[in-house]
Each structure stands twice: as C-alpha cells, then as structure tokens.
C-alpha cells in the first residue's frame, strides 16, 4: 500500500509564507499526477493545484499567482510553496497522488492563517 506523509502545516499571519511537503513511500513503480487539496470545516474538498509527471501545473483560482507546485519525481515527493496566505486558505491540507488504477491519500496537515 502507498503511505502519503505531509509536513509543513502550521500557524501563520495572513500574508506570511509555508511550504508544505509530500513523501510517498510503499508498493508502486511511479505516479502521473500529483496535486494537493483542501478542506475547511464544514466544506468540501477542493482541488488547489496539481502537478502532472512532465511538470504541467493547474492551480484553482483562488490561489493563483500566490501558490505554487512542484514535484522531484525521483523522490517521489511534491511540494506547495504557499506565499501570501489568506484566512481563506485556512483548512486541512491533503497531498494525493494517482496511478493508472488509484487515487492515493495523505492523512492531511493543517494550515491555518490568523491574526
């Protein structure tokens, strides 16, 4: 089974900067996409932005032009640079990451914007 492990979640000010990290580990030869996504309380996930193997991205439009993707295929791991943070960007933060036949999880890492 594929394990997803997030890191980088945390406290920040509104307009301050975090990166969060996605590992995967576990039984699989390689993925095409990998994204992140979002949930706040009482909503549903949301697509943030995702990354295919050969580097193209999409963002949703809420974070354009402030969050960024990025993937290191040989170590299996994708990024989101998240810079000039909202209080609407405050919720659970899920790495996911496809093969041919699954959508893998991350357990999700918290990500709150206050002042």
């Known amino acids: 089974q594929v394990q997803l492990v997030e890191s980088g979640g945390g406290l920040v000010q509104p307009g301050g900067s975090l990166r969060l990290s996605c590992a995967a580990s576990g039984s699989f030869y390689s993925f095409n996409a990998m994204g992140w996504y979002r949930q706040a309380p009482g909503k549903q996930r949301e697509l943030v932005a995702g990354i295919t193997r050969g580097g193209s991205t999409n963002y949703a439009d809420s974070v354009k032009g402030r969050f960024t993707i990025s993937r290191d295929n040989a170590k299996n791991t994708v990024y989101l640079q998240m810079n000039s943070l909202k209080s609407e960007d405050t919720a659970v933060y899920y790495c996911?990451?496809?093969?041919?036949?699954?959508?893998?999880w991350g357990q999700g890492t918290q990500v709150t914007v206050s002042s």
């Open positions: 996911s990451a496809d093969t041919v036949l699954y959508k893998y």
